[in-house]
């Protein structure tokens, strides 16, 4: 059996199975010829979990297949469960202050305290041009030379004091300045369309299909890449699209208003008995 590979020179990739992530990873496997180590982040509530991790191992067993030096490069996936990771009040405390201004998704608080407990400083993300967290972090954003031979960008140390800062200060940011089309225009250019049609995207697929209602397939529709939803969803993501995603961030305003008021309330009571 052939010795792994040390992975101090590796790059850190969260890979889903999914559009940026995949094509992140053949920017680094078939360009930058660089090794990875890909993590994947486990949620056994999301009904997606054994999709993407079955389009994980098919995607990474066509590369060693057809590139032969992608066997030395690409690492075993490593896998941990949402679970296992312990929150962090410091982390959780940003993403509350975050959402306080715009609504991101919960992984927000897990990732970042799973790259903390494992002393991950620099685990690539997918953070795309037409991803809400890049507006977040675009003010803060700093631009760096990476030793593997790109360009990436992560916050900038001298805002330690924002929440931004907090939340995101474990992760770089390779595809900043791309969108999904600009991806599927380079990617064919390379000969890397086939793989990327393989990747992965919906959260709550249907018979085996994506759903055209869930965040990743609204995203993936309106960023350009409709024709990966079936017509029929596509048809019915246009009426969620219209009637029922308008409704859904004032519900999401009002839910967070309860939510602190009733913090407020548990803070106060027990000052109210010691009396």
Request: glycine share 6%.
């Amino acid at each position: 059996m052939e010795k792994a590979r040390d992975t101090t020179d590796c790059v850190n990739l969260l890979w889903t199975g999914g559009w940026d992530s995949t094509f992140r990873l053949l920017q680094l496997l078939l360009l930058y010829r660089l090794p990875v180590v890909p993590y994947y982040l486990e949620d056994p509530t999301r009904a997606s979990t054994p999709v993407e991790l079955r389009t994980i191992e098919r995607i990474g067993a066509h590369l060693r297949a057809t590139y032969p030096h992608v066997r030395g490069l690409l690492q075993p996936l490593r896998v941990a469960t949402t679970a296992s990771v312990a929150p962090v009040a410091e982390i959780d405390a940003a993403l509350d202050e975050i959402r306080e201004r715009v609504f991101i998704g919960s992984q927000y608080a897990w990732l970042p305290a799973f790259c903390r407990q494992r002393g991950i400083a620099d685990m690539e993300i997918g953070v795309h041009l037409d991803d809400k967290v890049r507006t977040l972090v675009r003010p803060y954003a700093l631009e760096f030379a990476h030793p593997g031979g790109f360009r990436s960008v992560r916050v900038d140390p001298a805002y330690a004091d924002t929440a931004e800062f907090r939340l995101f200060r474990y992760f770089s940011f390779p595809l900043f300045h791309l969108d999904k089309r600009t991806m599927a225009r380079l990617a064919a250019a390379e000969g890397w369309s086939a793989i990327m049609d393989m990747t992965w995207f919906c959260h709550s697929p249907v018979r085996g299909a994506p759903c055209g209602i869930c965040a990743p397939c609204v995203y993936t529709i309106e960023e350009g890449l409709a024709y990966r939803v079936p017509a029929p969803r596509r048809a019915l993501s246009l009426l969620y699209r219209r009637l029922v995603l308008p409704l859904k961030d004032p519900s999401r305003r009002i839910r967070r208003a309860l939510r602190g008021q009733c913090e407020a309330r548990r803070r106060i009571a027990p000052r109210v008995e010691e009396r």
